[in-house]
């Protein structure tokens, strides 16, 4: 089955600097990739998600990568500010089948100090 | 609109008890799905249903795990001779369909002492 690993664990950034995420998945016929933020606490919420026949998606400070190569995708946050602090979690599914279900990362626990 | 709602928020319960845990999807949303979240750790699969039927239960620990949806809407998971390792937060997704984006809910946080 599908097994997807994130890196890395922590992350701690500079108010306005980028954080990078990484993830890779095992599954070739994974066609579709999430990215969820945790605040503590709280439901996962959905902030950007790029399907396998797209290679960039971008929406304002947030960007997602993806290479089926490789089979691994990425998150870009830009210019990062405080309440960006949150658990990230990557996920891979293989949309429309008769799964469909979602097969997350680790987490990777991002800390914005102002 | 409203989103994914769970209820009850915490449930606590002792071990060998008996616990429903209850999930309103948004509505016109036919896909369904259960995750449970252990601390520290990424939501894991637990069943999907697309309308009334489970598409998808590979994901259930064992037997004493059931989940229904008998209307195709409200879904209600059910946990039988509770142990302490079930306990968990236990979180329902939807989506429009299984192509589409999925949802969270707030997660019903279970403690079984």
């Known amino acids: 089955g599908e097994n997807v690993e994130q890196h890395p664990s922590t992350l701690s950034v500079q108010e306005g600097d980028s954080a990078v995420i990484k993830c890779t998945y095992s599954d070739s016929a994974s066609n579709y990739f999430p990215w969820y933020k945790q605040e503590l606490g709280k439901r996962p919420q959905l902030i950007i998600d790029?399907?396998?026949?797209?290679g960039e998606k971008k929406d304002q400070r947030i960007a997602v990568t993806l290479n089926k190569t490789a089979k691994h995708f990425s998150l870009h946050i830009t210019e990062t500010q405080p309440e960006d602090s949150a658990v990230y979690f990557c996920a891979a599914s293989i949309s429309g089948g008769s799964q469909g279900n979602l097969i997350f990362g680790k987490g990777t626990k991002l800390s914005v100090k102002p | 609109g409203a989103g994914v709602s769970q209820t009850p928020s915490n449930k606590v319960t002792e071990k060998g008890k008996y616990v429903e845990l209850r999930c309103d999807p948004i509505s016109g949303h036919t896909a369904l799905y259960w995750y449970r979240q252990s601390l520290g750790q990424g939501p894991e699969f637990l069943i999907y249903?697309?309308?009334?039927?489970?598409?998808?239960d590979s994901g259930l620990p064992n037997d004493r795990f059931f989940a229904v949806r008998p209307e195709g809407s409200v879904s209600t998971l059910k946990i039988q001779r509770t142990e302490r390792g079930d306990s968990a937060v236990y979180l329902c997704?939807?989506?429009?369909?299984?192509?589409?984006?999925?949802?969270f809910g707030p997660g019903t946080r279970l403690l079984v002492l």
């Open positions: 997704a939807s989506s429009l369909s299984s192509l589409d984006s999925q949802y």
């Open positions: 790029i399907r396998s026949n797209v």
């Open positions: 249903f697309q309308g009334t039927g489970a598409a998808d």
